[in-house]
């Protein structure tokens, strides 16, 4: 697992097909609008994913969802696949032996933001 944490943000822009004209992520031209989307996709990864190949699982953790298009919470994202034995650092006695199973868990912060009045979403 990582010693560190960094925090991304991202702009998200709905463009129409071979065109450079943007739509409102809350358009009704479009099949889903923005925040049916997200609360649907929050709703289908509230239970565990596991990605087999890469040995990761994920899952959505919503706090809060208080106007549409808006999400915060968090991601539990974990890690498997290898075991190990962890000892105490001081006397090198055997505290557990990890399974490959087991599967270590951070719960990474997120927030979708559809500012209202702008043609885009922010990530983080």
Sequence with gaps: MTHS????QYKLLIQEKDS???VDPSSSV???DFPDFLTDFIAQNAIQQ??????????FKEI??????????????GVYGFA????????????YARKRDD????????RYWLPEFENFVLVS
């Design 64 to 77: 809060l969802a208080d106007l549409p298009g808006c999400s915060r919470g968090w991601i539990s994202y």
């Design 50 to 59: 596991n990605e087999k190949e890469v040995e990761r699982s994920w899952k």
């Design 103 to 110: 599967n270590e868990v951070i719960d990474l912060y997120y």
């Design 5 to 8: 944490v960094g925090l991304r």
């Design 20 to 22: 450079k004209v943007f």
């Design 84 to 95: 190990s034995r962890l000892e105490d650092g001081k006397t090198g006695e055997l505290n």
């Design 30 to 32: 479009l099949q889903l």
